[in-house]
């Protein structure tokens, strides 16, 4: 599954390139939320989309690895805790049952 994923992000960063040096020379005019540039190269502007792109994904990435060492320092301790209990429970004597005559 990580090299799916390594595949299908390295064929758009190969793109973005790609798209970027044909259009080396373009000024483009950029509206962003309530601000306006313009006269922005087109291949800064490809660059810093790629930028943000990669931090928003290393924030969500870091959100699931914080949230998965969670969890799983969670099932440890109730697994050590488990363990604990099987291990008094095997220490246990044996009863016999009385048969009723």
Do not use: C, H
């Amino acid at each position: 599954m990580g090299f799916l994923i390594t595949l299908v992000v390295s064929i758009f960063l190969i793109l973005g390139i790609v798209v970027g040096t044909q259009n080396g020379n373009t000024v483009v005019d950029f509206y962003f939320l309530k601000w306006y540039f313009r006269d922005v190269s087109l291949s800064l502007l490809l660059i810093e989309a790629m930028l943000a792109g990669i931090v928003v994904a290393v924030i969500i990435a870091a959100i699931g690895e914080v949230r998965l060492r969670a969890n799983l320092w969670r099932l440890s301790q109730e697994n050590k805790k488990l363990r604990e209990e099987l291990k008094k429970l095997k220490e246990l004597p044996l009863e016999e049952e009385k048969e009723e005559a």
